[in-house]
Every structure is written in C-alpha cells, then in structure tokens.
C-alpha cells in the first residue's frame, strides 16, 4: 500500500513480515486495526530463509518437555532462562498445531504421521519441517492467512526510519520510494529480524541490518547479551557474501564433516562428533583449520544417493548444482559464518520491553530462551511464541482501556544532506569478521570499538540525507558498537 492511503494513526504497527510479525498479527482480534511493515518485499526475511524447520514436543512416545528443555539448556551453557525455556517447550507445540490451521505443509510419511528430524545438540528426532524449505512455507502460508485479514494492512518497501516516544505511543517515520510521512500508534511490536550484514560473511538476506534493536536503543530500551553471536559451522564455502545455508539436518541424516586432508576430525574435538552443538562444531572447525593451516573443510552425503537427497534436500540440492556441487557426487565445501543473533532487545515473558507500550519478538529480542547458542530449530519456534504473547498481551492492555494516544505532533524535519560516504559499511564488517568472529581476537576487539564509536557519532551528528543506506548505515554501527562494548574488557 502507498504512504498516501495510510491512516494517520494505527492501535498496533507490526514492524516485520518474517514469522513473528506474520503470527503476531494473527493472534490478535478483528477489531485492533494493525498496519504491519516491511522494507523489502513482504516475503524476504530471515524467516523465509530457514531449512531445518521446527523444534518441538508434539508426541511423549519418544520424548518430553523436559529432555527438549534439557537440550535447549545444554546448547545454551545454561545461561538461558529457564521460565522462559520453559514457557516456550510447553506453549510452542499448540503454535505449531495452529500453523497447520493455517496451511504450513509439515513433511508426513505415507500413513500420514509427521516426519521428525534430527539437528545438533537434540537428543530426539523433533523437528518437524517442509522439505528443506520450512521457512519459505511457514512464511507463505501465513502470509496468505493475514492478506485476508481485513483489520491488516500491509504495506512492503516501506522501512521505518526513526521512531520516537509521544504520549502514550509512538511516532514512527516511514521511508517509501523516496516519500516520508509520519505514523502514529498506541502500541508497537518490533519484529525487525536479524543483525547478519554487520559481518562480512551470513546467511542472512539484505533486510538483516539491526534496525529495530537500533530504533529501540535510541528510544532508551534496554539492548541484552547482543554479543551472543552464533556462527553456523557448515555454510556453503563459495565467493558470495551472502552464504548458502547447508542445514544442519543434512548432517542429522548423516553427513560426514572432513578436513582438508578429506578425513573425518571431530573426534578430536568432542564425543558428539558431527552432530555437536553449533558453537562446538564452528570452534572445532577453526581450530582444526589453525592445526593444518588451510581452511578447505567439505560435508560428505554422497552415500545417501541422488535419489534420496533431492527429494530430503531439493533446495541444498539445487543451490548447491548451481554453484557446480552435485551433493549426490561431490564434497559440499563448507566454512563457518556468521548466522543467527541470542540477545537483543530486552523483553519479558509477554514480549514487553523494557519501554511501556514497546514490544519485541522474534530474533530483534532477547527472550533468555537460547542462552549462550540456540539450539537448532528453536528460533522459528520462539518467533510463533513470542509473537503470539506480544498479541495477547497488546490486546489485554487495549481491553483495559488504557489511556489511548491523543499527540499528533509531527516535528519540522529536513532530511537533506550529504549522500553516505562510501566505505563505512565495508568497514564496519572488515571490524567485525576480524575481531569477533567464531574465536574472539581481544586484541582487536578495543580498537574495534574506538573506531566503530567514531564512525557511530559521525553518523549520528554529521549532516546526511536520510534514505535506506543511511538508516542501514546507522543501524549496522550501532548493532557493532554495541556488540563490540559488551566484550571489551
Ligand atoms: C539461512 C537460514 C536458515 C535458518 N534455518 C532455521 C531453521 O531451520 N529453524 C529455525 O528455527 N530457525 C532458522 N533460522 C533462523 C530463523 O529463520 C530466524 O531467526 C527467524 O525466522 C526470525 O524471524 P523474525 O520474524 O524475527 O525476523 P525476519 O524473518 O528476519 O523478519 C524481519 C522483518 O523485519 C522487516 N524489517 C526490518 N527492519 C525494518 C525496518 N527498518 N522497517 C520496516 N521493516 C523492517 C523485514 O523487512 C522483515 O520483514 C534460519 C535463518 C537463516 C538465515
């Protein structure tokens, strides 16, 4: 939808199409009125992305809340919070349950029953998945299910480029095709994803900048464990920066990790051997790459044979023949990089940051439940949970009549200025692979953040244009700063 045909003033703006804006918009009621916001294409996201699938409890045969929850707390060092692992092991399997409502196209075998599937760190085969495009169909089915709500509106290509605090709501500026305008709200959920473009090497997509942990810092929330930076060990080892994901099920269904010298080497490194959990498997690769000094690491799956492997894994399979790998024939070279972010934005169990009226869910947040690492597959679980809560808790506080938001003030404003200065982006994901990647180096990490500092105040005081790559820009040096001060001893 166009910035003209915009309402001056919403009860709820969704920042985020990915699964957590997606659900959370379904949960809520016919009568809250919600404009829902995407920079990109409402389908591009973190969430469209994902292979694995999800993790959770959905029969006691084999498993139990309290092995999901064991295994959730191992992966995380136990530095999780265990109210908040729990609410999300016992409320997460009702979610994936309404996710069927709605469509999503979980993988069954021939009489019917869910095929579960293995990742690191799980103890039990719990993931349910489509194929190796779980993310692409959660995405698509819920998608469909909200273009029929008619209390929604979305509007795609739209990024919110400052937020402030009005009475009793917020003020959010929106950025469309070079057109501004202001929108109001009673009550806002960021649901903005991940931080993958501060580094040089990710798998996640463009979008993936920071900005909701940004726009909520520079309102005064409070931004939690933002360093808890989880490296996938097996990304596709090619040219791009963006990185082809190689899921960690594919070495659930057996793949074998090899060195250079094409031998299996995890034993070195710890008894779970391939199907550790990710951080161990990542530093075990580092590590075996510093002892043999080459960083030529590859997964082996050929003796699942062609047949198998295109109908587990058609999008591995074809991703990787596109960059001249046939899986069924060949070594898939792998490397870790950078994938997926623990903290964030602080919030409660009812996705409630630390600011009234501001919300956040999905991988913008800091819910305690990954701990140190996430263990696979709890991510998309915690974005339907958490998204959720925001819905329910939102509405409970519209229900009780709070005050609703009365200032429509919109500030004099000049948004010209200098264009960005080239470089700053690349520099600020040169700072980050060398000084926090999977081994911190702590002799880089100060002058790292001296200098992401300087570029930060430079950004922030210097006289720019406002437009996508500056608000990006801006995002990108606070999310690095931030992450680099809370290591910086
Ligand atoms: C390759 C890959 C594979 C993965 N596999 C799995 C898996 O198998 N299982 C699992 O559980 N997890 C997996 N994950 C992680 C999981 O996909 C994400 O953590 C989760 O989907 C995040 O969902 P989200 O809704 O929080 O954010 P996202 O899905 O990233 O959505 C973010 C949304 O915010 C919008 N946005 C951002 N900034 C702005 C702005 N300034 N203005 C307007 N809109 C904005 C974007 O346009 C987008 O719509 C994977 C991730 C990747 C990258």
Do not use: W
Not at 38 to 44: A, D
Not at 228 to 253: D, K
Not at 292 to 305: E, S, T
């Amino acid at each position: 939808m166009k910035l003209s045909e915009l309402k001056t003033k919403y009860d709820v703006v969704i920042v985020g199409s990915g699964v957590a804006g997606l659900y959370a918009a379904l949960n809520f009621p016919a009568d809250v009125r919600i404009l829902m916001l995407s920079k990109q294409e409402r389908h591009c996201s973190n969430s469209s992305l994902a292979q694995g699938g999800v993790a959770c409890v959905l029969s006691f045969e084999n498993d139990s809340y309290d092995l999901h929850i064991q295994d959730t707390m191992i992966a995380g060092r136990y530095a999780n919070d265990p109210e908040a692992v729990e609410q999300l092991v016992h409320e997460g399997p009702n979610d994936v349950r309404k996710t069927m409502e709605y469509g999503v196209d979980y993988d069954r075998d021939e009489n019917g029953n869910l095929i579960k599937t293995l990742e690191g760190g799980h103890s039990r085969r719990r993931i349910v998945h489509h194929k190796d495009t779980s993310g692409k169909e959660l995405v698509d089915k819920l998608v469909l299910a909200v273009e029929k709500l008619p209390n929604v509106t979305l509007a795609d290509n739209t990024l919110v480029t400052t937020m402030s605090r009005v009475k009793n709501g917020f003020r959010l500026e929106l950025l469309q095709d070079g057109d501004f305008r202001f929108v109001f709200c009673d009550y806002c959920l960021l649901a903005t994803g991940g931080i993958g473009r501060v580094y040089k090497y990710t798998t996640n997509p463009s979008v993936a900048t920071g900005d909701g942990i940004r726009l909520a810092y520079e309102m005064g929330a409070s931004i939690k464990n933002i360093s808890y930076i989880q490296f996938h060990p097996t990304a596709f080892n090619g040219p791009n920066r963006e990185q082809f994901l190689i899921s960690e099920a594919v070495r659930g269904e057996g793949a074998y990790l090899l060195n250079g010298n094409k031998e299996r080497f995890m034993d070195r490194y710890d008894e779970r051997l391939e199907l550790a959990p990710r951080d161990v498997v990542s530093r075990s690769i580092i590590l075996e790459s510093r002892r043999l000094g080459n960083n030529n690491f590859y997964l082996d799956i050929r003796y699942k044979g062609e047949e198998y492997l295109k109908k587990r894994f058609p999008g591995i399979y074809a991703g990787c023949l596109e960059q001249g790998v046939n899986i069924a024939e060949d070594l898939i070279p792998v490397f870790p990089c950078h994938h997926y972010l623990m903290g964030g934005i602080e919030v409660d169990l009812n996705a409630r940051t630390t600011l009234p009226r501001l919300y956040a869910a999905g991988e913008c947040s800091c819910t305690g439940v990954h701990g140190k690492n996430r263990l696979a597959s709890n991510s998309l679980l915690e974005a339907l949970v958490y998204g959720r809560k925001a819905a329910e808790d939102i509405t409970r506080c519209l229900r009780a009549d709070y005050p609703a938001l009365t200032d429509f003030t919109e500030p004099e404003t000049d948004r010209t200025g200098a264009p960005l200065p080239k470089g700053i982006r690349t520099e600020i994901r040169e700072i980050m692979q060398r000084s926090y990647f999977v081994i911190p180096d702590e002799g880089a990490i100060h002058q790292g953040k001296k200098r992401l500092e300087a570029i930060l105040n430079r950004l922030r005081n210097g006289k720019f244009a406002i437009t996508t790559d500056y608000c990006e820009a801006r995002s990108l040096a606070t999310v690095a700063y931030l992450i680099l001060r809370e290591v910086d001893k």
